[in-house]
């Protein structure tokens, strides 16, 4: 599966992820299978080919959380500054109002200049800093906390 190829490549050298072993398609699955109506797949393909993806899940597992959802986005190295990611998150965002949640967050590790950007441009705002969270490749990597409220 192309989208377990584009993660994998965050898992195997980048830190866009704080997974450490690669991922087959499995790992997908239930993504596909959504039970809340804030959650979303989306793929992006550029003439036949997957380019990137985007998804929202649960924040945390309690109740209490249901109108709000995480948000990620991934691109293959050649799609990036192409305005796939965008694209992806636009929709994803225009889904999630669509379906009535509330909040959405991002946790974005550090130092990801584009990626910050493109939650900025998307109306999510930092709200903080978590300092030497996760542990990659030798070294502590903090991640800051973005949300967007409607």
């Known amino acids: 599966m192309a989208v377990a190829e584009i993660y994998n490549v965050e898992v195997l050298g980048g830190v866009g992820t ?22 979303v797949f989306l793929v ?17 597992a309690r109740p209490a959380y249901a109108g709000t959802r995480e948000t990620s986005v991934y691109l293959a190295s ?3 500054g192409r305005g796939a990611g965008r694209a992806l998150y636009t929709e994803l965002l225009t ?8 909040t959405q967050m991002a946790v974005i590790a ?4 584009a990626s910050e950007a493109l939650h900025r441009a998307l109306g999510f705002e930092r709200v903080g800093v978590l300092r030497q969270v996760g542990r990659k490749f030798g070294r502590y990597v903090d991640t800051a906390w973005w949300q967007r409220l409607p």
Request: charged share 30%; no cysteine.
């Open 78 to 80: 050649a799609a990036r």
């Open 44 to 60: 992006a393909d550029d003439a036949g080919s997957v380019v990137g993806f985007a998804y929202s899940g649960p924040f945390r």
């Open 95 to 102: 889904r999630l109002d669509a379906a009535g949640v509330h």
């Open 18 to 39: 704080f997974d450490t072993e690669p991922k087959g398609p499995e790992h997908f699955a239930d993504r596909l299978r959504p039970d809340h109506p804030g959650d």
């Open 110 to 113: 550090l130092p990801n200049d």
